[in-house]
């Protein structure tokens, strides 16, 4: 089974699974300022998932300084993660029901 990485700039931690990473991200990393609306969201999945689920491209684009590699690298991170991960478990552990 490969290991799962912590994007988020500086961290590099290494996991077992997406489930894992969501939640250190969550829970170990500093919120995220959406650029665009203000909102403020957990670091890494969530806040791509806030970005692209919330805003339009064009929007994300302007308020980040971005292109459209920049966008189609998130789009992928994020498609990966709802491909492989179980988020109703990491939202059950986030709120305390993991079990």
């Not at 929007?59 to 993660?81: C, L």
């Amino acid at each position: 089974m490969s290991r799962w990485n912590c994007g988020i700039a500086g961290c590099g931690r290494e996991f077992d699974g997406p489930e894992a990473v969501i939640v250190h991200q969550t829970t170990e990393h500093q919120r995220h300022e959406c650029k665009v609306c203000g909102t403020i969201v957990p670091e890494g999945y969530f806040a791509i998932r806030h970005a692209f689920d919330e805003h339009t491209r064009a929007e994300y684009v302007r308020a980040y300084d971005a292109d459209g590699s920049d966008v189609r690298v998130r789009e992928g991170i994020k498609e990966t993660i709802e491909e492989n991960a179980d988020l109703q478990s990491v939202v059950d552990e986030l709120n305390g029901n993991s079990g």
